[in-house]
């Protein structure tokens, strides 16, 4: 049977799919009106039923619940653990549009350090992802494409200062071709972070690149996929 705190849960996340699919309410809004104290664990327990974010569903317009991409007990795809790291500083590019199109930005911040001869105060690449896929068409996402430097190096004026979230992190080892990393997050999203436990912070994704592109086959890519976590 079902208890009497299943039962709420389930009709008041009914509800929250109807608001969603039927109104344009904000999804902090219909977070509200069915209970939850915030936009993040609506998100978190919405997910664990329906199998995809609030923003995905609305964007879907079908009330069914689709068969859940993940299920529990699924082997986990990549390593995935939790770890603290400091606020990390970088030379960026900003990118608006696909993510998957950032490239272009990489490609002008490496011009960059090229011609002035900066490669040797490089620390890493990152990229950071501001916007939820979900919720935000393609041409509109906000994105930064970064090279870590020290504290005390000169960003050049022709780049901007960016920073990656610090903090308690849940860190996907992912490897492989940057195309699969959709995938990585769905994971991420739709199965490890409804079971873990954990909540998210109010701040940007990013990824840390830890090969080089350039000389490395698809499938040997390695990347560190890193959610802020409260």
């Given at each position: 049977?079902?208890?009497?705190?299943?039962?709420?849960?389930?009709?008041r996340l009914h509800r929250a799919s109807c608001w969603l699919v039927e109104t344009d309410a904000p999804v902090a809004e219909v977070a509200a009106r069915v209970g939850y104290p915030s936009a993040q664990s609506f998100t978190r327990?919405?997910?664990?039923?329906?199998?995809?974010?609030?923003?995905?569903f609305r964007k879907r317009g079908d009330l069914r619940a689709p068969y859940?991409?993940?299920?529990?007990?699924?082997?986990?795809?990549?390593?995935?653990?939790?770890?603290?790291?400091?606020?990390r500083r970088m030379a960026g590019v900003p990118h608006i549009g696909p993510y998957l199109e950032i490239g272009a930005a990489f490609q002008k911040i490496a011009s960059v350090f090229s011609a002035r001869n900066l490669w040797p105060?490089?620390?890493?690449?990152a990229g950071i992802y501001f916007d939820d896929p979900s919720l935000v068409a393609p041409d509109k996402l906000r994105s930064g494409a970064g090279i870590l430097v020290d504290a005390d190096f000169a960003i050049p004026d022709v780049l901007e200062e960016m920073h990656l979230p610090g903090g308690r992190l849940a860190v996907?080892?992912?490897k492989g071709p940057y195309a699969g990393l959709p995938a990585a997050y769905e994971h991420l999203f739709g199965q490890w972070l409804p079971g873990s436990g954990e909540e998210p912070r109010d701040a940007p994704s990013f990824e840390v690149y830890l090969n080089d592109p350039t000389d490395t086959a698809p499938d040997d890519l390695l990347t560190d996929v890193c959610i802020p976590i409260v």
């Open positions: 049977g079902e208890t009497c705190a299943q039962a709420t849960r389930r009709i327990a919405f997910g664990e039923t329906y199998g995809m974010a609030p923003g995905k859940p991409a993940f299920k529990k007990g699924t082997p986990l795809m990549f390593p995935i653990e939790i770890t603290t790291a400091p606020r105060h490089a620390r890493g690449m996907m080892h992912f």
